[in-house]
C-alpha cells in the first residue's frame, strides 16, 4: 500500500479513536451526573401551579398508560390541558377516558382546529397558551407518547426554581416491545443522543418533556415564535440561545417512550430527525455529518486495508486488525456504560431489555452505520412526512406548503371539557 495512503488511513484511525475516547468520557460524566441526580429527589418539594400541556393526533403506542401517567404525579397543584385538532382524532375518546378515570386532577380538552401556516402541533400549542390564567407559575409541555415517572413534574418545577436557569428539558428512553434490528438501532441512536446530556443540555430543549416559568415563557415570546414553523422544541431553544437562557437537563425528566418499528419507518423516523436539524440547527446536523462520516469511513477502511493486507501482505494485517480492535472496545465501553443506567432510569424495566441492551453494547459498528445513513439520507430535501402530514419546510424551520393524507373533518377551535378538581 502506498505509504500516503497508509499515513491517510492512519491518521484518520487516531483522530477517530480519540473522538470515541472523548464521547466514552462523555458517556462516564453523563452516568455520574444522573447518579447524582437521583439520589436526591425525594427531598425537593416545590410549590406553585402548573399548566401541563399535552398535544395529541393519533393513537401512540400504549396511548391510555402514557395518559393515565399525567394524572399519577406526586404534586398536587396542576392542571392539564389536552389539545387535539379535531373531536374526530382517534386519541380524543382515549383522553375523554382518562380524564373520567381520574376526576380529582384539574384537566380540559382543547380542540384547537387545522393548522394552516405551521406544524399541527405547533398551531395546536399555539392554540392551547394563547389565555393562561395569572394564577400559573410554570408551563410544562409532554407528548402523547411520553410515560413520565411519578416524581416528574415535580422536578421539572423544583429545578426550574433554582436560579440561573431558562428552562428544564428531559429526553427520551425507548422501551421497545419486542427486541427486533428495527428497534434496536432506534433504541441505541436514542440512547447515544441521551448519554451526551449533562447539567447543561447546551439551549436544547426535548419537547416531549420540559418546561418554563410562565413569566419567562411571555417574556421572550414563545408563542410568537412559534408561528409558522414546525418544531415547537428547536424553535425554543433557539429561542433560549438568543436570550442567553440556559437550559438544565434533569435526569428524572427522562421519560419512558414505548417503541415497535419496522425497519423502513425506523429508518425514515432516524431521516425525519436529522432533516429536522438540518433546517432548523445547520450547525449541529454538521456536526453529526462529519463526526458520523468520519466514524463509518474508518469502520469500512478497516475492512479494505485489512483485504489489502492479506492480498498484497503489505502493510501487515495486524495493523487494521489492531485499529479495529481499539475502536472496538472503547464502543463497547460505552455500551456498558450507557446500558448500566437502565437500573437508574427505569429499573422495572431491566430485565425485559436484556437482549436489547446486549445490542447496544455489541452492535455499534452496525448501529454507527445506520446513523450515518440517516445523517446523509437528510442531507437533501425539504419535505418532512409527520402524523400523517406532509411539511414543506425552508431553511430556518419556516412552513412554506402543509399537504394533508388524513380525511378528519374540520372542527372549530371552540369546544373545551372541563374536571374540576373535587372539593
Known sequence: MDVYWLSVYLILSGLVI?????????TWEHR???RSCMRDIHRHQPTGRV????????????????????????????????????VNDPAYPAIRRAMAGHPWVPARVVVAGRASDSGQKV????????????RVKYIAFVDSDARPRPEWLRMMVARLNEPGWGAVTGYRWFTPHRATVANALVYSMNCDVLS????????????????????????VGLRE??????????????????FRLPVRFEPACVVASPLDE????????????YLIARLYTFNWWLFSLVSATFTSLVWLGNFGVLAWSLLTGSPSPWIPLTVAAALYMVTVYRGAVRQSLVKTYFPHWEKASRRIQRFDIWANPLVELAHWIGVVSASVGRWINWRG???????????????RNDREAEQPAEETLYYRKAG
Open 225 to 242: 415564535a412559534w408561528k409558522g414553523t414546525l418544531g415547537d422544541d428547536l424553535v425554543a431553544s433557539r429561542v433560549m440561545q438568543r
Open 51 to 86: 399548566a401541563l400541556f399535552a398535544p395529541c393526533k393519533g393513537v401512540d403506542l400504549e396511548l391510555e398508560t402514557n395518559l393515565r401517567a399525567l394524572f399519577e404525579q406526586d404534586y398536587d397543584n396542576y392542571e392539564v390541558t389536552f389539545i387535539v385538532e379535531s
Open 389 to 403: 402530514i406532509r411539511y414543506r419546510v425552508l431553511p430556518g424551520g419556516e412552513v412554506q406548503k402543509i399537504v
Open 32 to 34: 455520574r451526573y444522573v
Open 196 to 219: 451526551l446530556l449533562t447539567r447543561s443540555s447546551h439551549y436544547l430543549i426535548w419537547g416531549g418533556s420540559w418546561a418554563i416559568l410562565r413569566d419567562v415563557f411571555e417574556a
Open 18 to 26: 480519540v473522538w470515541s475516547l472523548l464521547l466514552a468520557l462523555q
Open 123 to 134: 398551531h395546536n400549542l399555539r392554540v392551547a397558551t394563547e389565555h393562561i390564567s395569572r
Open 262 to 273: 419496522s425497519l423502513g419507518k425506523a429508518m425514515s423516523f432516524i431521516r425525519r430527525q
